[in-house]
């Protein structure tokens, strides 16, 4: 899976001749807390709900009630947004976004075709496939067990499972308690806790956790 297949699209754009305040009405009716500033089709930088707020004066300043608003409508998008921005093509791998928002700590990336904007990957879209990946919205059994780091162990408890007559609808595997082991969670539909956990006691060295969902 790709970012183009998982991005928010087509992207909601500033200008940055946008007043700031004119910016936070648009974010607050459309639902996002950033947005890539553009102009004549090229990226200039972006801008957070952060940096608009950061930008208006507290009730602490010395500014009258009526001064404020003067003052407010004369900040622009271009005196706030952020210029230096990270950006990431439409065919890299979508883990690859994920890590690389993780690790500098950025909660969205807009998305480049060549040198063409089409659209930006946010934490919400990676939340959204996180649930897909694990079968959040889907009801089964859910399990968690330990297992050996071993070629072909997977492949031995999913051939369990629909020996069982489960149907796997998610499956993920994680970092273990040490390089010999992971952790799987397993998702199945079409079976009771009892048979599951009957199949796949074989293949665990511990179950964790068993639950219906």
Known sequence: MIVGDRMSHPVITVSPELPILEALDMMRREHIRRTPVV???????????????NAAPSSATLLSFWE???????VKIKDVMTVSVLTIRDDTPIEEAARIMADRQISGLPVMHGKTLVGIITETDLFKLFLEFMGARERGVRATLLVKEEMGGLAHLARAIADAGGNIVAMGLFRGENAASRTATVKVGGITMEALEKAIRPHALRVIDLRSL
């Open 39 to 53: 102009q004549d089709g090229k990226l200039l930088g972006i801008v957070s709900q952060k940096n608009l707020l």
């Open 68 to 74: 404020m608003p003067i003052m407010m409508s004369k």
